[in-house]
Each structure stands twice: as structure tokens, then as C-alpha cells.
Nanobody
């Protein structure tokens, strides 16, 4: 059974940074793309970033504008989302996800991901 556990969220001030982690278990981590999504209260889920199995391909949501970076270490079954210059509009629950079958891509659609973590809350005070 695939399990994803996020950590690293918290309450921070605008302009500061956070680094989220997602540890996967239950299958060979390195074969699958990983993605980060977020959902703010009253809003739809939004794509944040994704990374393909090798780490050579990454995609970011338009709002990221160079502030975030996704990375992975297949030996540690872990993917990270480093977020810099956080703003109040970044406040949301952040979820990591992984696909059900191995692709060579870094998907940006939520429907391309089959397994989701429980989420970690990020709150940015202005």
C-alpha cells in the first residue's frame, strides 16, 4: 500500500521560507513522478510543482514565479518543496501525490495522480 506523509508546514511571516518534505513508502519510489498541490479554504485544488522519476524534468504552477523549487532523492524515498518569499496568498494545505503507473513525465493535472498524502498546513501571516 502506497503511503505519503508530508511534513514541514507551519506558521511563518511573509517573505520567509519553508521546506516541505514528503516521504513515500509501499513501493519503489524512484519509478514514479511526484507532485505538490495546494488547497486554500473555499478554493479549488491548485497545482504547485511536479518532478519526474529521475528529477530531470520539473514543472511549476504559473503563480510560483521562481519562488519554489521541487527536488527528490530516490535513495531516501523523499521529495521536497522549498518555498521562498512566501506571501499570504500561499496559505493553504499542501499535499504531495504520486502517480499510479510510471511515466516519464512530470504531470501537472491532479487526475494524473492516484495516491495522496494527508496534507500539511502552511499559514503565512502578512
Amino acid at each position: 500500500q502506497v503511503q505519503l506523509v508530508e511534513s514541514g508546514g507551519g506558521l511563518v511571516e511573509a517573505g520567509t521560507s519553508l521546506k516541505l518534505s514528503c516521504i513515500a513508502s509501499g513501493r519503489t519510489f524512484g519509478n514514479f513522478a511526484m507532485g505538490w498541490f495546494r488547497q486554500a479554504p473555499g478554493k479549488e485544488r491548485e497545482f504547485v510543482a511536479s518532478i519526474n522519476w529521475s528529477g530531470r524534468t520539473t514543472n511549476y504552477g504559473d503563480f510560483v514565479k521562481g519562488r519554489f523549487a521541487i527536488s527528490r532523492d530516490n535513495a531516501k524515498n523523499t521529495t521536497w518543496l522549498e518555498m521562498n518569499n512566501l506571501q499570504s496568498e500561499d496559505t493553504a494545505v499542501y499535499y504531495c501525490a504520486t502517480e499510479s503507473w510510471p511515466s516519464l513525465l512530470a504531470p501537472i493535472r491532479g487526475r494524473d495522480y492516484a495516491y495522496w498524502g494527508q496534507g500539511t498546513q502552511v499559514t503565512v501571516s502578512s
